[in-house]
């Protein structure tokens, strides 16, 4: 933790100055045309201060977003609408439906693939082809099929986010379940073991650090499925909801605080993860 | 009801067939060994040794041959739990602590939680490890963990215990000790016992009947019975007795070399 910090900082700081260089050049057009029209000219430092301080910017600068970030966390009642922890809720209630429904797919999915040979042939290559198909095709599809169905709101959204989320639940539980060595195999064999035992006993609790790596890569993909689900629906809350509403009205620095709320959520959601998988991982001897 | 014959084995072959080539593991191996012996296998590595206890154990089914384990086919004997395996790793699992770990064959076998606990206890003191129960393997030495591994083949109390090169991986004094071990708990417990090696003191020590093999194709060059008492202190390898039997299994293994 303490040896990474320097680096960390570092490009930190390296990112923010890039970043407020390029929001000047993005945003100069605008403050140079403004100023033609009153016939003035810009000094330097006019011009830095302008082009930090607009209301709909190309490139909001960082402090931009973060005092958007800032007021409409802390100073907005979080029932509201135009609060950041409400539209955050309502991705993350997405996010974290999604996610439970695709671990349990793709782990009944994987146990299914690993137990029998025949399954594993003729549904992998099913499950192989969905994630080939872009969720972007997909999602307004599922959203209108569940809405016609009497579906809206939290449904959808959690399906499209179950359906980004299983793929690598799947790929790494059948990759864990299979992990057990020919000798421990063997040895279950000696015992007069049934396949649920050798499940039980031996491939399920192998199969665990495989499983926190694919729940680490399905909450990434969870969130994404929520966002993506808030895009074409219409819909009013959620931070997909607000990047769009935000890029209807060229509300950039809306956009990005949307963004940010989302990398700022996904990131607290794999450390989670990766705090439950030390905790278990310690408890059961195994090497993270 | 048991015959006197604990394992009976008439003209086993074994041939692995592979993508590029064909072994011979086993030909033409014929033994019969009786209920109570001590039984050591010995010779290079390839000879076959390990395929031919997975071949009683059922983990692998003969090319030709017919092989009768108490009385059963492998399989039979496998399902009515007949053998104990010792492997030459360990295998416990990483976790379970010690205890959990003897208890995993006897939770597979459904047996009752009061007498899974006394079963723990007893072979636990059998390998003279009561008191580690609630540690994890890790924190045991290698010695250690073998003999978790054999009161573990114990625990359900199967006539046979199966063998592979259990201290290989072991030094001398270790080795040496757990020899000692093994033979008090085979006078104990009376079980028939196939035992894997590449040691000729270690064979000769143990065993009341020892099997020479060589390799290319796996075959058995000499069955020596030895007439050494059962009851053996270290020491008796440095007697007349023990010397003459070392000499014939080297004069075994050295016949099956110059067949190359
Ligand atoms: N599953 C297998 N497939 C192909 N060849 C094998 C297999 N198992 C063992 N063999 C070959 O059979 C021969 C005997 O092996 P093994 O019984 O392990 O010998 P040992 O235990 O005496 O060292 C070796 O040549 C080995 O390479
Ligand atoms: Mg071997």
Redesign the pocket.
Known sequence: MTRSFLPITTIAIFILFLWYCLSIVLNSSWAYDRAARNSQTLTFKELVHDTWSQKKPKLPAPHQVFSEMWETTFNKKVTSKRSLVYHTWITLSGTIAGFLFGTILGIVLALAIVHDRATDLSIMPWIITSQAIPILALAPMIIVVLGSMGFTGLLPKAVISMYLSFFPIVVGMVKGLRSPEILEIDQMKTWSATKTQILWYLRIPRSIPYLFTSLKLGIAASLVGAIVGELPSGAISGLGARMLAGSYYGQTIKIWSALFAAAILAATLVTLIGLIQKIISKRMMLQV | MPSENMISAKSISLR?D?EDSV?N?LQNVSINISRGEFVSFI??????????L?IIADLERPTEGEIEVNGMTPEEARRARAYGYVFQAPGLYPWRTIAANVRLPLEIMKYSKAEINERIQRVLSLVELNGFEKKFPWQLSGGMQQRVSIARALSFDADILLM?EPFGALDEIVRDHLNLQLLKLWLKTNKTICF?THSIPEAVYLSTKIVV?S?RP?RIIDVIDSALPKQRPLEIRDTKPFIEIAQRVREGLRKGQSYD
């Open positions: 692995f592979t072994v593991a010779g290079p590595s390839g000879c076959g040794k390990t395929t031919f997975r592979d894997v093999m390799p796996g």
